[in-house]
């Protein structure tokens, strides 16, 4: 019997649920890591304009919870907020299994980003090395 592994996609939907609300919350992170994870995701599928939408309604959603989050509120609200998250990516993860995935295999994925920045810093140090020096920058 052969057991199906997640997606590699899933990987990243399964770290973007909010703190408990005793814990240390900062809500800049919280926002940029769930939009950076949700997007990563988007990325590792042909996406379809439904998946589009359902994942800006999530990241709208923590958005919104971040803010309620870092106003103090408690309670029913919070939970209201924390509930329309979890709505939101299920409906986001219901869609993506339904989307083809770009990526067959688990490739280790931090090679893949390590190897595009590394190259992006040589692309990038080859053009500031063609660029002079601008007069006023220079040193006396």
């Given at each position: 019997?052969?057991?199906?592994?997640?997606?590699?996609w899933?990987?990243f939907l399964?770290?973007?649920?909010?703190?408990?609300?005793d814990g240390?919350?900062?809500?800049?992170?919280?926002?940029l890591?769930?939009?950076?994870?949700?997007?990563t995701a988007?990325?590792?599928?042909e996406t379809t304009?439904?998946?589009r939408?359902f994942a800006?309604?999530a990241?709208?959603?923590?958005?919104?919870?971040s803010c309620?989050?870092h106003?103090?509120k408690?309670g029913?609200?919070?939970?209201?907020?924390?509930?329309?998250?979890d709505e939101?990516?299920?409906?986001?993860i219901t869609?993506?299994?339904?989307?083809k995935?770009k990526?067959e295999?688990?490739?280790?994925?931090?090679?893949?980003f390590v190897?595009?920045?590394?190259?992006?810093?040589?692309?990038?140090?080859?053009?500031?090395a063609?660029?002079?020096?601008?007069?006023?920058l220079?040193?006396p």
């Open positions: 019997m052969e057991m199906k592994t997640e997606p590699v899933y990987r399964e770290r973007v649920h909010p703190t408990s609300v240390e919350f900062a809500s800049v992170e919280f926002e890591a769930f939009a950076v994870n949700i997007r988007l990325l590792l599928v304009p439904a998946c939408r800006d309604v990241i709208k959603n923590a958005v919104n919870y309620l989050r106003s103090g408690r029913g609200v919070l939970a209201d907020a924390h509930r329309a998250i939101a990516l299920w409906r986001l869609e993506l299994r339904h989307c995935s990526v295999t688990f490739v280790d994925l931090s090679a893949v190897d595009h920045v590394t190259d992006r810093g040589r692309r990038h140090e080859q053009l500031a063609s660029r002079p020096a601008k007069a006023y220079r040193r």
